[in-house]
């Protein structure tokens, strides 16, 4: 069933009613371009039915089914509840989340039951439960949302949720006042905003839970000398192992080590291995490509049946065979059993606790008029975190404008993929090229691109309105 709802105590009354009925949930954004929900519509089979509280702008437009808008309806019907369609078990299908995919077009990510409960199901990880209460701040489509609202409401703890589209230092502080706010989960790049503009913001909070991307060991050790009485614990995990695979309570010798601050120690029911090109297990210490097994796995992707086949394969252990998912991260683990991460072995990038595949924004940019290819490299900060996008294309002598070489962008590929993608996916630069440099033996030559791109002007994103079209960016210096 697809809800495109705000958050709101409708949009969770709608997901528990899917789930009651032995049905699953998809959450779409009403910030996407039309094109994207068209397509996300599309893969989903073309449902006959839609959940939004409002007029949809895609074509065609499926049946709408709104909530009821009264905050305390009240029932006339005296017609004892029908029987439910199938009483679901841990291995059916409980939700679909969308994320970038490197094909072109995104992928839906299959998560059974067992997947997001697997977590709570023994009282669930410091900070959940009787007596805790957290924001409900991720965005509906994302799995971070399952953890943050049905992680609470399982193990008996409370999801207060917020107002907008983003929380705010500010609006942090008046939950701990006013609701009693006990623990927070905030992607990488928000806790170090929050740490940089109001380190204070995180008084009275007893846990704090971070993930997405790599953590800044010097905001990590800011928070630890700031607040030494709130626990700071460093997540990592794909949707595919739905929420967090492995957590880790950062220490203070952590922030000083020379290869980051570790991943952590596997959650409940998970597993990870670190295999070898050859599929052996790594001994501890050596590097190897992190796959993670155990309760978590989705199914799979929606559709994709040959993606699914390589992304989750067989792995072979002493005490018999495990399905496992490759990552595609590289790390390694150490001789107490604790996570290390050392890069990726692809293009995919985390920005702002997003999965962003190069190749689905090469494949959008490469369907504007008149560009024949296209090139994405990160945007990096000085500590190496990536920051943005830059998206190159060749200039094929066709393009208005005499500028200088790497600082317009005359076919307007920016708008193009802005009216096409998800904001997060949409570049902070966007530029032409005379040509897209190569390396001696022929090959694009990223890291070349990547310089380029620290010296191009920057855009500065537009917030946009749960339900608003998506616009060009405005350009900045900054």
């Known amino acids: 069933m697809p809800l495109l709802l705000p958050r709101s105590p409708e949009l969770v009354a709608v997901q528990l009613a899917v789930l009651r009925l032995g049905a699953a949930y998809t959450s779409l954004d009403g910030r996407w371009p ?17 959940v939004a509280d409002g007029p949809v702008p895609i074509d065609p437009t499926p049946a709408v089914w709104s909530p009821s808008a009264d905050p305390h309806p009240t029932c006339t019907d005296r017609t004892p509840p029908r029987a439910l369609l199938h009483r679901p078990s841990p291995e059916d299908l409980a939700a679909v989340v969308f994320t970038s995919g490197s094909t072109g077009r995104p992928k839906g990510v299959v998560l059974p039951h ?10 669930g990880p410091l900070g959940f439960g009787r ?7 991720a965005p509906p489509w994302w ?7 049905f992680g609470q409401l399982m193990t008996g703890g409370t999801s207060v949720l917020t107002d907008g589209d983003y929380l ?3 609006t942090l502080q008046r939950m701990v006042a006013e609701q009693g706010v006990t623990t927070l989960r905030l992607t990488t790049t928000l806790f170090h905003l929050f740490v940089d503009e109001d380190p204070d913001c995180f008084t009275g909070l007893r846990q704090v839970y971070v993930g997405g991307e790599r953590m800044s060991p010097a905001h990590a050790s800011a928070l630890l000398a ?9 997540g990592y995990g794909p949707a595919e192992s739905c929420m967090h695979a492995t957590s880790r309570a950062v220490r203070p010798e952590d922030c000083g080590r020379a290869d980051g601050i570790p991943l952590g120690e596997p959650v409940a029911r998970t597993q990870v291995l670190v295999l070898a090109p050859d599929g052996r297990r790594c001994p501890a210490g050596q590097p190897g490509e992190i796959h ?11 559709g994709e049946p040959e993606q699914t086949d390589r992304a989750f394969a067989p792995v072979t252990l002493p005490g018999g065979t495990v399905r496992a998912y490759r990552t595609g991260d590289f790390g390694y683990l150490d ?8 890069g990726r072995t692809d293009r995919q990038l985390k920005i702002r606790g997003h999965r962003v595949e190069a190749g689905e924004i090469e494949a959008a940019a490469a369907a504007a008029p008149g560009v024949r290819s296209a090139a994405v490299v990160p945007l990096r900060g000085p500590d190496g975190v990536v920051t943005g996008i830059a998206l190159f294309y060749p200039r094929t002598g066709d393009e208005a404008g005499d500028g200088a070489s790497g600082e317009q962008d005359p076919l307007d590929v920016h708008g193009h993929v802005a009216a096409t993608l998800p904001d997060y996916l949409v570049p902070t630069v966007t530029s032409v090229l005379e040509d897209l440099p190569l390396t001696p033996n022929g090959k694009l030559d990223r890291a070349a691109l990547e310089r380029t791109a620290l010296r191009q002007p920057r855009r500065r994103p537009v917030r946009l309105s749960p339900h608003s079209a998506p616009r060009p960016m405005e350009r900045s210096n900054s």
């Open 131 to 137: 007596g805790n209460v957290m924001p409900q701040a």
């Open 114 to 123: 067992r997947a997001i409960t697997r977590i709570f199901r023994d009282g």
């Open 292 to 302: 993670l097994a155990g309760e978590g796995l989705a199914l799979g992707y929606l």
């Open 335 to 342: 001789e107490a059993g604790t996570l290390h991460f050392r």
């Open 143 to 149: 799995d971070m949302y399952a953890y943050e609202l």
């Open 226 to 234: 700031r607040h030494p009485g709130i626990t700071l614990v460093n």
């Open 168 to 170: 705010l230092p500010q």
């Open 34 to 50: 039309a094109p994207r929900l068209r397509q996300v519509l599309d893969l989903l089979g073309d449902p006959r039915v839609l």
